[in-house]
């Protein structure tokens, strides 16, 4: 089964700490070797993005930075057997955050990508 | 799912995570795979018992490594006690120091890669039978339980957890060491796990919809094995080929069957159903099969035929002089009839079906194919498109007394019809 996660967060005014990365190098690396990880990488703050919206007919384009309190820091793509497997690498990483980056709160979240068998 | 169920399945996901890197360890501090198995389980029992109470730990992955390493020290001194007292009763002191010698607990942690590695090589030592291979693999490296497995597999549960008995069993009386294979042996050990990953791999792509979802599951099993063997493995071009051949085989699942459930052949399948990351996952893993200085073995050989599939637009689009070029290959690493059957398909797609009948024909004479649906099914394509219609129905007749599927019986009789009643 495949999950897809996505972190977000408010960053604190520090900046994150080299040994962040370094932990999150490593547990990458683990969850590669495991087999687990597909795919992942992180995304640049909103103000280097733009939203495509469609209302009323209507479509516009609206370039950042947006105002939402949280922003998106980076995704993963799991394959792993069960949903609570993909719970337990998902709080790995979060868990990374809050023991090397004081101050950070965020989510990751979690979704079940659609497979052959969710089709038709 | 209540609390206490939600408890337990998060255990049972940390469990899955470690126990392969646990009963690794393990074996290597006990030398013994059974011991190293059970006292995994008991580090997950206990578990069970207190994380519903006390709460899940923070490191719950170092916490089970920790309270099996607790274990294991128990075992390994209670056996010295027990051998020390054997000696002093025959009066032989002189083996004491060396019985006595406390295990390196410490270092369970180190070297995680070389256990699990060494774990992979006892799982599919080639002195158990394939099928006993793939049960013990799955369970001791899959983290699979006996039930998953046999729901797996299509078999009782009780047969699956003799097997896996038995072949324990058969490791500790033959003496199979838990250790990595001699340079000398190396390539023999490396296919009988390479085996064993692909035949769990073919077992669940041979599954249909509708099936079990285990069994389709098989498939992601044998890939993430065949990842971690990669990981553990760099420089070998067939680790890297095997993961190469099944990310680009599975790239194909979502379009190999059609919205009854029918299967759809290669040719007329929506290309872009085909999953692309897998496609670029498995493109970048034959890629590093390439780089090692070493000659491609049967898996990136097969790799490089499926990566000339996933690289093409269509049929039409595909490199078919390529494939043709590497069935020849194939054929001289591994002959078999049924590699130069295929090897017929690719030269009549490449240089015209004349060419291609000419080698189908020659397998005609061939006891092991004389019961194969797809070489009567070729030839009649093949003659077919030659205009030699009425031996082309001929072989399409004997397509379809042959098979036991009634899906294809039913389009081979379609095709014999096509080719008219004229004799």
């Not at chain 2, 295990?103 to 599919?124: E, N, S, T, Y």
């Not at chain 2, 897998?278 to 970048?284: S, Y």
Request: hydrophobic share 45%; proline share 6%.
């Amino acid at each position: 089964m495949r999950y897809f996660m996505l972190l977000s967060g408010t960053n604190p005014a520090t900046p994150p700490p080299p040994e962040l990365f370094e932990a999150i190098m490593k547990l990458g690396g683990e969850a590669t070797e495991a087999g687990v990880l597909l795919d992942t990488a992180g995304l640049l703050p909103s103000v280097a993005g733009a939203r495509v919206a469609l209302a009323d007919g209507k479509l516009t384009v609206t370039d950042g930075p947006f105002t939402e309190s949280k922003e998106l820091i980076s995704y993963a793509l799991y394959e792993v057997r069960s949903k609570e497997e993909a719970v337990e690498w998902a709080s790995r990483f979060v868990k990374l955050h809050r023991d090397l980056w004081p101050g950070w709160a965020g989510e990751n979240e979690i979704r079940q990508v659609m497979g052959p068998q969710d089709v038709g | 799912m209540d609390n206490h169920q939600a408890t337990r399945a998060a255990i049972e996901a940390v469990w899955r995570i470690e126990s392969p890197r646990l009963i690794a360890a393990l074996a290597r501090i006990t030398g013994d795979l059974g011991a190293a198995e059970e006292l995994a389980q008991d580090a997950l029992v206990i578990a069970l018992e207190q994380w519903p109470v006390q709460g899940v730990p923070d490191g719950p992955g170092a916490w089970l490594m920790a309270t099996a390493k607790h274990r294991a020290i128990d075992l390994v001194r209670r056996r010295a006690r027990y051998e020390h007292k054997l000696q002093e009763v025959g009066r032989d002191m002189e083996a004491q120091a060396q019985t006595f010698a406390e295990p390196d607990v410490d270092k369970m942690d180190d070297h995680i890669g070389d256990d699990l590695l060494r774990l992979i090589f006892i799982a599919c030592h080639p002195v158990l039978a394939t099928q006993a291979r793939a049960a013990l693999t799955l369970r001791l490296i899959g983290g699979l339980t006996t039930h998953e497995i046999a729901r797996a597999f299509l078999v009782a549960e009780p047969a699956i957890a003799q097997r896996i008995v038995r072949a324990k069993r058969t490791l500790a009386d033959k003496k199979v060491p838990f250790a990595i294979p001699e340079p000398g042996e190396l390539t023999g050990r490396l296919a009988s796990v390479l085996e064993v990953i692909y035949l769990i791999f073919n077992e669940g792509y041979a599954a249909t919809s509708g099936e079990d979802w285990i069994r389709p599951e098989l498939c992601a099993e044998a890939l993430r094995l065949g990842r971690v063997l990669a990981g553990l493995m760099p420089r070998q071009v067939e680790a890297h080929g095997l993961v190469a051949l099944m990310e680009l085989q599975a790239s194909r699942i979502g379009a190999r069957t059609g919205p009854a459930g029918q299967p759809v052949l290669l040719g007329d399948q929506d290309r872009r159903r085909w999953d692309r990351l897998l496609i670029r996952r498995g493109l970048a893993a034959l890629e590093r099969a390439e780089h090692l200085d070493a000659a491609p073995g049967p898996y990136a050989v097969q790799a490089e035929i499926a990566a000339c599939h996933a690289r093409a637009a269509s049929v039409e689009d595909t490199d078919w002089e390529r494939i043709a070029a590497l069935y020849v290959v194939l054929a001289h690493l591994t002959p078999s009839p049924v590699v130069e059957l295929n090897r017929a398909v690719a030269v009549a797609m490449a240089y015209g079906p004349a060419q291609g009948l000419e080698i189908a024909d020659q397998l005609t004479s061939q006891p092991a194919l004389s019961g194969y649906v797809q070489l009567p099914a070729v030839r009649g394509d093949l003659l077919a498109r030659l205009g030699r219609l009425a031996e082309a129905r001929d072989q399409f007749t004997r397509a379809a007394a042959l098979t036991s599927n009634q899906r294809e019986r039913a389009l081979f009789q379609a095709r014999a019809a096509e080719c008219g009643d004229r004799a």
